[in-house]
């Protein structure tokens, strides 16, 4: 389980990375475009979000 864990938050690491090292100028964009959303809007992107990685984390450990 913690094997699976670490491999999850490894993967989350190298494509936050990846997104910093090779478009840091579009990250700039994007941050400035998440300014326009109002707040309401992005904590429910960001509920939709958890549900969604939930569920999908849920399926994948049901798949074992």
Same mark, same amino acid.
């Given at each position: 389980?913690?094997?699976?864990?670490?491999?999850?938050?490894?993967?989350?690491?190298?494509?936050?990375?990846?997104? %910093? $090292?090779?478009?840091?100028?579009?990250?700039?964009?994007?941050?400035? @475009? !998440?300014?326009?959303?109002?707040?309401?809007?992005?904590?429910?992107?960001? %509920? $939709?979000?958890?549900?969604?990685?939930?569920?999908?984390?849920?399926? @994948? !450990?049901?798949?074992?």
């Amino acid at each position: 389980m913690w094997i699976a864990i670490l491999m999850g938050l490894g993967m989350v690491l190298v494509i936050e990375g990846l997104v %910093f $090292a090779l478009a840091p100028s579009r990250l700039e964009d994007l941050l400035k @475009a !998440l300014t326009a959303i109002p707040p309401e809007t992005r904590r429910m992107i960001g %509920f $939709a979000a958890v549900a969604m990685g939930a569920v999908l984390t849920s399926w @994948a !450990l049901s798949l074992n």
